[in-house]
């Protein structure tokens, strides 16, 4: 059974970092592509960073590119999300997601096996 578990979410202030984690379980976590959606309130989900396998590929949304580090760490099957100069609008519910082998795109039907979520609060 596939699990996923995030940590790390909190409140900050606009300009802050925060540095989410993703603890995986049941699955080879090295075989996998590795995504992180959010959701703020009232909003779609969507997708943020995702990370290859090995991670050496890489690729962010627009609206978080430069500002937030997608990281992984296979011995520890864990994935972060490094979130630097945090502003209002990245409040959201975060997720980890593992993408579907079969899939190379990054929307949200591409990905299964869904995290809780972690709340991250950015305050003005």
């Known amino acids: 059974q596939v699990q996923l578990v995030e940590s790390g979410g909190g409140l900050q202030q606009a300009g802050g970092s925060l540095r989410l984690s993703c603890v995986a379980s049941?699955?080879?976590?090295?075989?996998?592509?590795m995504g992180w959606f959010r959701q703020a309130p009232g909003k779609e989900r969507e997708f943020a960073a995702t990370?290859?396998?090995?991670?050496?590929?890489?690729n962010y949304a627009d609206s978080v590119k430069g500002r937030f580090t997608i990281s992984r760490d296979n011995a520890r099957k864990t994935v972060f999300l490094q979130m630097n100069s945090l502003k209002p609008e990245d409040t959201a519910v975060y997720y980890c997601?593992?993408?579907?082998?079969?899939?190379?795109?990054?929307?949200?039907?591409?990905?299964?096996?869904w995290g809780q979520g972690t709340q991250v609060t950015v305050s003005s």
């Open positions: 990370i290859s396998g090995s991670g050496f590929t890489k």
């Open positions: 049941g699955l080879g976590f090295s075989n996998y592509y």
């Open positions: 997601a593992v993408r579907l082998p079969t899939r190379w795109g990054n929307a949200r039907d591409d990905y299964n096996y």
